[in-house]
């Protein structure tokens, strides 16, 4: 990793840390996540790309792995991770996707720990759900659950997943969708109704942390 890389996650992590620290957090359906958690099954978390670092920074404490694109953003999200005790497994859809799913649904289940996905990431399209969150959770056998946070006032980059910035002491509202499970014998037309069915609820789920802001 190039030493400029490293000061830029360094100064990303005690930015996000700063700020996480001041925003007021309404959490809508935790019990969602909770009564995933008390079950038997592993869970597998997924939100768009441009809310992950506030999602992360929210949800560090419950144990949480996240895949990680092998790449400079990649790495530098990994850092940041790392300082909030976040662990990363290194993959995309288009880089060693299939390897890293593999490898995330086994730390999953081994671990008992709570898996994260961006399904857009990471380089889009934004707000499409790729296949990789499905292919995670018929290996781990996990249920998902969809995560969304909405803040009251942002900063929104020019960036292809219009990643979002929350000033210090913002409002900000997380809510969880509730859980569902992939059928074990998805494929064809099926794999694509289920794909574009989370898609939807995810969608629903962020709609539902930014409508009270709008």
Same mark, same amino acid.
């Given at each position: 990793?190039?030493?400029?890389?490293?000061?830029?996650?360094?100064?990303?992590?005690?930015?996000?840390?700063?700020?996480?620290?001041?925003?007021?957090?309404?959490?809508?359906?935790?019990?969602?996540?909770?009564?995933?958690?008390?079950?038997?099954?592993?869970?597998?978390?997924?939100?768009?790309?441009?809310?992950?670092?506030?999602?992360?920074?929210?949800?560090?404490?419950?144990?949480?792995?996240?895949?990680?694109?092998?790449?400079?953003?990649?790495?530098?999200?990994? $850092?940041?991770?790392?300082?909030?005790?976040?662990?990363?497994?290194?993959?995309?859809?288009?880089?060693?996707?299939?390897?890293?799913?593999?490898?995330?649904?086994?730390?999953?289940?081994?671990?008992?720990?709570?898996?994260?996905?961006? @399904?857009?990431?990471?380089?889009? @399209?934004?707000?499409?759900?790729?296949?990789?969150?499905?292919?995670?959770?018929?290996?781990?056998?996990?249920?998902?659950?969809?995560?969304?946070?909405?803040?009251?006032?942002?900063?929104?980059?020019?960036?292809?997943?219009?990643?979002?910035?929350?000033?210090?002491?913002? $409002?900000?509202?997380?809510?969880?969708?509730? @859980?569902?499970?992939? @059928?074990?014998?998805?494929?064809?037309?099926?794999?694509?109704?289920?794909?574009?069915?989370?898609? $939807?609820?995810?969608?629903?789920?962020?709609?539902?942390?930014?409508?009270?802001?709008?």
């Amino acid at each position: 990793m190039r030493f400029a890389d490293r000061l830029l996650a360094d100064a990303g992590n005690a930015l996000v840390t700063a700020i996480g620290r001041t925003l007021r957090v309404e959490e809508v359906g935790r019990g969602h996540l909770d009564a995933a958690r008390a079950g038997a099954r592993p869970v597998l978390l997924v939100f768009w790309h441009s809310r992950l670092l506030y999602i992360c920074h929210r949800l560090a404490p419950v144990g949480l792995v996240m895949m990680v694109s092998r790449s400079r953003d990649g790495d530098i999200i990994a $850092r940041v991770a790392a300082h909030h005790g976040i662990d990363a497994v290194r993959g995309s859809t288009s880089r060693g996707g299939g390897g890293a799913a593999r490898a995330l649904a086994r730390v999953m289940k081994e671990r008992g720990v709570v898996g994260g996905i961006t @399904p857009d990431g990471p380089r889009g @399209p934004r707000r499409v759900l790729q296949p990789g969150a499905i292919l995670v959770a018929r290996l781990a056998r996990a249920v998902i659950v969809p995560v969304a946070i909405g803040f009251a006032r942002k900063k929104v980059f020019a960036s292809w997943d219009r990643f979002q910035l929350p000033p210090p002491f913002a $409002r900000a509202r997380l809510v969880f969708g509730e @859980p569902v499970e992939v @059928p074990a014998d998805l494929a064809g037309d099926a794999f694509e109704r289920w794909r574009l069915d989370l898609q $939807r609820r995810l969608n629903e789920t962020t709609a539902a942390a930014d409508r009270p802001f709008a």
